[in-house]
Nanobody, 127 residues
Framework: QVQLVQSGGGLVQAGGALRLSCAGSDHSIANYAMGWFRQSSGTEREVVAALAKAGGAAGASGSVLGRFAISRDNAKNIVVLQIHNLKPEDTAVYYC????????????????????WGQGTHVTVSS
């Protein structure tokens, strides 16, 4: 059983940057494919970035493309979502997710693919 503990988030001005972390608690996440999702009020949870075991990141299309970056640091047992040029529409609760990796190169963008979820962290972007 993997427990994911998130940190980061908060209130930030538009145009700013933010770093969200997701740590594996009591369990290495090095062999897991990881993802970051977000959910704003009244909307479905959507993927913003996904990462295979050996890298190979994918970002969602549209407004997040080029502004969101996912990476992992296996030595620290964390996965990081770096967000640049934040916009008010990025306001949401952000969740990290993990699932056992079937191989080194496959990443997953669907919610149903993931078995474990972090507790969520609020990001509010003011204009």
């Amino acid at each position: 059983q993997v427990q994911l503990v998130q940190s980061g988030g908060g209130l930030v001005q538009a145009g700013g940057a933010l770093r969200l972390s997701c740590a594996g608690s009591d369990h290495s996440i090095a062999n897991y494919a990881m993802g970051w999702f977000r959910q704003s009020s009244g909307t479905e949870r959507e993927v913003v970035a996904a990462l295979a075991k050996a890298g190979g990141a994918a970002g969602a299309s549209g407004s997040v493309l080029g502004r969101f970056a996912i990476s992992r640091d296996n030595a620290k047992n964390i996965v990081v979502l770096q967000i640049h040029n934040l916009k008010p529409e990025d306001t949401a609760v952000y969740y990290c997710a993990a699932r056992p990796a079937p191989n080194d190169h496959t990443y997953f963008t669907g919610m149903d693919a993931y078995s474990y979820w972090g507790q969520g962290t609020h990001v509010t972007v003011s204009s």
